[in-house]
Nanobody, 123 residues
Framework: QVQLVESGGGLVQPGGSLRLSCVAA????????MGWYRQAPGNQRELVAT???????NYADSVKGRFTISRDNTKNTVDLQMNSLKPEDTAVYYC?????????????????WGQGTQVTVSS
């Protein structure tokens, strides 16, 4: 049906930058909100940033001014540019999207997650 595929994680030194990308694929009619979440070992999954279909953004206080979320509605993608990375940003990052899809006979809405990509900030 529909899936999210993430890319761009890795190991970076403190103060460095990474860019995460996520593409939605399948029988997509439209996409509502999209976002990035993260989960560090022993912690609950937490919101990093979201962007609505109209481009309105929302950020966790811990990443404001350092991270930028953007989306391309023509390509069904959402990116997360992460600058001035800190060790506490280390986590598995998950893409999320609320997708309207078609099964050929009707449309339905589903909230889906990517498989996750590891971001490690360490010297």
């Amino acid at each position: 049906q529909v899936q999210l595929v993430e890319s761009g994680g890795g190991l970076v030194q403190p103060g460095g930058s990474l860019r995460l990308s996520c593409v939605a694929a399948g029988s997509i009619v439209s996409i509502n909100g999209m976002g990035w979440y993260r989960q560090a070992p022993g912690n609950q999954r937490e919101l990093v940033a979201t962007v609505s279909s109209s481009g309105r953004t929302n950020y966790a206080d811990s990443v404001k001014g350092r991270f930028t979320i953007s989306r391309d509605n023509t390509k069904n993608t959402v990116d997360l540019q992460m600058n001035s990375l800190k060790p506490e940003d280390t986590a598995v990052y998950y893409c999320n999207a609320n997708v309207v899809y078609s099964n050929g006979r009707a449309t339905a809405t589903i909230n889906i997650w990517g498989q996750g990509t590891q971001v490690t900030v360490s010297s």
